[in-house]
């Protein structure tokens, strides 16, 4: 009898170890002490070669990063189409219907204990998981953070504000634009203080409407800061970092700033294109016949006559802007490409995980408008891709997705547990296998309960009047033909409709809405008469 009990026993425990064994064999491998560059560009919409946003695009740092292992996601989208909002629910993983924080507003540090009380900012999870982390550039909106006091909580070590250093010859040309980071402006202010004129800025403008900064034009040597563009500053902090040893894996946060505004960048970057032969998106003359009166509002502007007639009545604005911003991105293609190719000649090579995105897209006239800050394709459009080492998976992935998956899929391929707390959902599926179908549209918030519904093939808008759009992009993608009120579209309206959240927050320091500044605008188009550039 004892010799059974202790065959049974010994059988036991051999079986014990067989099916750890093969649990642990068939659980995920946990992916430790990876490094993580984390790469973002401001502004950047989809006029990536690759990506086939612009055909005379030139990056081929970010074509050969997409094209040679790791996944690009080409219908990847921001929850908020500003930046403070977008890159605040990226690093919280919160939704602004969820956090209250809609827009560049210093009131997202009121509610902050609220918003984060189960869970982390993105770096400051890793931190407290035994990174060492570190900041250099536009992370957070204000660089590497929005919230001073918790910022120590965040970073290891961030780089200086180089631009608080600049030198009074560059601090003129903003003639007085706050977002020193951005600098320098055209020596002369750029195309709309040309056109206004520098009493005109100075006295009705300067300190309530800096539109001015929609500008461009090429920089010569005299012109850029000692130390060069603050983005080439950016990137040769972030290669001193990768050239260190270090005992711990390391979160390396690296925010390049160009394409924003002013699109300003040295003049080898626009000597790369001919202006004259430069494709400018087509805007059709009914363009806005269909575009209901609050989406009118939206692509206004800031300028003072709206955007589009004020770039119309300057000779060769338009395509200006189209080669400015061109030269611009492929000015920071090339410090993003100088960044990469030091992690490859690094030690890091092979166990750094990269991921790049861009915080929202950009219009260039598309819709009349010029700005992100809209909910149509071009504003919500983001760059997102990720390359995981020791994989042999690249390639593209088509279906819809949003920024705020980025933190859930980082966590996911460290191999940690999921975090409740956020609301995006992890790529790690699509990464594995981007050809995998996931019915999961993107949802994209601009200010209070206007949003945007981008599944895979179409595009649905519901703004807070109750008024729509709707566009099929299998057969529209340059999103020309509204076809929200036409009776045989009611079906897709309604399956779209069924995506749109039940509760909302409100805007971070409100106690009840009561209307904002496209509401007034509307307003006074029906006392007075719609601009007739909108009709």
Known sequence: MLFNITRMLNFKNTLLIVLSTLFLNCSPKKMENLNVLFISVDDLNDWVGVLNGHHQAITPNLDKLFTTGGVYFSNAHSAQPVCAASRAAILSGKHPINSGWYSNTSKMATNYDEVMKDHDMLPEYLKNNGYDTFAVGKVFHSGESDFKEHTNDYWSEFAPHFWNNMEESVKKTGRGYRGYMFYPFPKDGGQLVRAYGEDTINNYYRERNRFYSLCGGPLSDSEIPEGGMYDEQIANWAIDKLKSKRANPFFMAVGFIRPHVPYTAPQKYFDLYDRDSLWIPTVPEDEMKDIPLFGKAIAYGWTPKGDWEDVREVEGFRRDLVHSYLACLSFVDGQIGKVINALNNSEY??????????????????????????????????????????????????????????????????????IEALDGKSLKPQIDNPDQI?????????????????????????????????????????????????PEYKKVVEEHKKWLPKTEALPVGSKEWTGGKYDRLIEEWERDSIPVWLN
Not at 364 to 390: C, D, I, M
Not at 470 to 485: F, G, R, V
């Open 438 to 486: 996931v019915n999961n549209p993107a949802l994209s918030v601009w200010e209070y309960k206007n949003y945007a519904v981008r599944s895979k093939n179409w595009r649905y808008i519901h703004y807070r009047d109750g008024s729509e759009e709707l566009y099929d992009h299998t057969k529209d993608p340059e999103e020309y033909n509204n076809l929200a009120n036409l």
């Open 349 to 418: 090579k092979d166990n750094t995980i990269i991921v790049l995105w861009s915080d929202h897209g950009q219009h260039l006239g598309e819709k009349r408008h010029y700005r992100k800050q809209a909910l149509w394709e071009e504003a919500t459009k983001s760059v997102l891709y990720f390359k995981t080492p020791n994989s042999d998976t690249s390639g593209e992935s088509k279906e819809p997705v949003s920024l705020l998956d980025i933190y859930p899929t980082l966590v996911d391929l460290l191999g940690e547990s999921n």
